[in-house]
């Protein structure tokens, strides 16, 4: 199976290409031609081979006759000629540099540059010798840091983001689905579970042509190597990296296989030991009696629910397999009902251009409205936030004011305004109480400091949200998965903080954080904290991360009733207020 690129593909190819022409030194005006065709593509509504088909791809605002050339060519013949004489200029490994914490294209290019500088070894190198310390504008600090990021990276390597992976795991099931021979196919494994990071992707297929099913996988476009291949199972490496492994079994083996390669191994365990209990074995494969045990007659297992009734159990879901106490609940008919996708109603948490998103607010606006919601906070950064062309309180009131002019023009979408308010070192606000009150809501986040032991910062965060204008508290540690550990916080105690004070928990649904982290929110739930499921949106496409949220929400255990932007807009205009009038 062959298909044009789609969207994500193709504006990572022109990122690679903008950051590229950046190491070069090409005319910036060339680079920013390239930085807004990657918005225009992540942003773009309909189907960019359709416009390539029809001829159009120029008419859309922000792509010139060049690029459009460029889009034509990937999505015409899945290459881009272009993009392989750029690379080719360059030591494969150099796009790696932009993985490390603290390394953007300007830095990059004077390490390349001055130390010649075109790989991650090489970086530590001139780390450790003291070369990058003696450049202007770098020093001790900087390398230090960057040989922690690089460190970090070596600790996670081959894993990846669920955020990462979804677009993979979504077309490699849709191509098994097309193949005649399958009956029926699943994602398993830790993708299954809704784990945030995995290491490699496993696959499930029922079928009577094992072979052939086996070899059609094997030569999928996506695959970069067969790693190994025997009559059940398949190995291969994807051109990004990523492991997959299709497991195939007759389609009365398929709920079993399923169950078992789902996992995680302390579920299965404690499934295998109920069987036992009852006399009978479980395996990948089926449910049979059990030598010298008197089990009772074996239920016709048809799927994964049919299996989990048979063992006395209502049917867990993939979510929670995690053998947390999700058995006992099920024994008990205790099991949450899990949030789902459909329960949202709108969100908060979301960036405009005015600071360092990548959308205006009426692009914002109508890309939430596209995706059904019926509201959308707005909450730029605030002035501490230079970095992020934070808001200053005339900014912000003159955001406020546009937000009050459209909500009164227009009824597609309500926007509540907000703002995402610095916490200082001290604990206190970037802005006063009377700036804070004339918003509808205040997301309190951390942005600088990071390294305070754990008593200070919890004294900081808990300092914080005791102002009665934080609505809700931003990604409470502060981690970005895979590249920058946690910063250190007694959460258990912020929770007893917010439940305290009333105030709301944000689950960033972004994929590099997926934080308040899931196995605290059954806490959380206990103590009465509700959530708020938020994309920390920065650009249109990244109200599609609500989804990874919902995720590691059901993994937490939560249901619609725990997450505030379940309710309806009337409802919950009295959340946000709820707090203020304690």
């Not at 290409?17 to 992540?42: D, H, M, Q, S, W």
């Not at 009696?289 to 063992?311: M, Q, T, V």
């Not at 879901?317 to 008919?333: I, S, V, W």
């Not at 604990?427 to 809501?441: K, N, P, R």
Request: aromatic share 6%; charged share 25%.
């Amino acid at each position: 199976m062959t298909h044009p690129p789609d969207k994500e593909t193709i504006a990572e190819i022109l990122e690679n290409i903008a950051r590229l022409l950046e190491i070069k030194g090409e005319n910036p005006f060339k680079i920013r031609a390239y930085t807004n065709a990657i918005k225009t593509v992540e942003t773009y509504p309909g189907d960019l081979a359709d416009a390539v088909r029809a001829g159009t791809l120029e008419d859309i605002p922000g792509i010139g006759k060049a690029i459009a050339e460029k889009i034509s060519e990937l999505v015409e013949t899945g290459r881009l000629a272009y993009y392989d004489r750029l690379r080719d200029e360059f030591p494969p490994e150099i796009l790696q540099l932009f993985e490390i914490q603290g390394l953007g294209g300007k830095k990059i290019k004077v390490l390349h540059d001055q130390l010649q500088v075109h790989s991650i070894s090489r970086l530590e190198r001139t780390c450790l010798d003291g070369r990058l310390a003696a450049l202007p504008g770098f020093g001790q600090k900087t390398a230090d840091n960057l040989l922690k990021s690089i460190e970090l990276r070596r600790t996670h390597a081959g894993r990846f983001l669920r955020g990462d992976v979804c677009g993979k795991v979504e077309y490699l099931l849709a191509a098994l689905r097309e193949h005649p021979d399958v009956t029926r196919v699943s994602a398993a494994g830790s993708f299954r579970r809704s784990m945030e990071t995995v290491h490699d992707l496993d696959f499930v297929a029922s079928t009577r042509s094992p072979q052939a099913v086996l070899e059609y996988f094997a030569s999928l476009d996506v695959v970069g190597e067969v790693i190994a291949k025997g009559d059940t199972k398949s190995s291969v490496r994807l051109k990004n990296g990523l492991q997959c492994d299709l497991r195939v079994v007759t389609d009365g083996e398929f709920p079993f296989a399923l169950c078992y390669f789902t996992g995680s191994k302390e579920h299965n365990i404690a499934l295998r030991a109920r069987a036992l209990k009852r006399g009978w074995t479980l395996n990948e494969y089926r449910l049979a009696g059990a030598e010298g045990k008197s089990g009772g007659a074996i239920p016709a297992i048809r799927d994964e629910p049919d299996l989990y009734r048979a063992l006395d159990l209502d049917f867990i879901e993939p979510d929670l397999r995690e053998n947390l106490g999700e058995l006992e609940a099920a024994e008990l008919g205790a099991l949450p009902d899990l949030i789902e996708w459909t329960n949202l109603r709108g969100t908060f948490h979301n960036h405009t251009n005015e600071s360092d998103g990548h959308a205006t607010l009426e692009e914002m606006a109508q890309a939430a409205a596209g995706l059904g919601l019926a509201y959308l906070g707005i909450s730029d950064h605030s002035k501490s936030s230079p970095q992020a062309h934070g808001l200053d309180e005339n900014r912000l009131e003159t955001q406020r004011r546009a937000i009050e002019r459209r909500n009164a023009g227009s009824d597609d979408i309500h926007l509540f305004s907000g703002v995402e308010c610095d916490i200082l070192r001290d604990g206190s606000l970037d802005f006063s109480d009377d700036v804070l009150a004339s918003l509808d809501f205040v997301v309190a986040s951390i942005h600088s400091s990071f390294t305070m032991d754990e008593a200070e910062m919890t004294r900081r965060i808990i300092r914080a949200i005791s102002n009665p204008h934080v609505t809700m508290l931003g990604h409470l540690t502060g981690r970005l998965l895979l590249s920058r550990e946690p910063y250190r916080v007694d959460i258990p105690a912020v929770i007893e903080a917010a439940a305290e004070t009333g105030t709301i928990i944000e689950l960033n649904s972004n994929p590099r954080r997926l934080d308040m982290d899931w196995r605290w929110w059954r806490l959380a739930r206990e103590k009465g904290v509700k959530c708020s499921i938020n994309p920390d949106a920065h650009r249109v496409a990244g109200l599609g991360h609500l989804a990874l949220g919902v995720g590691s929400a059901r993994k937490g255990w939560l249901t619609r009733a725990d997450v505030v932007n379940c309710l309806p807009l009337d409802q919950v205009r009295n959340v946000l207020a709820a707090k203020r009038v304690r």
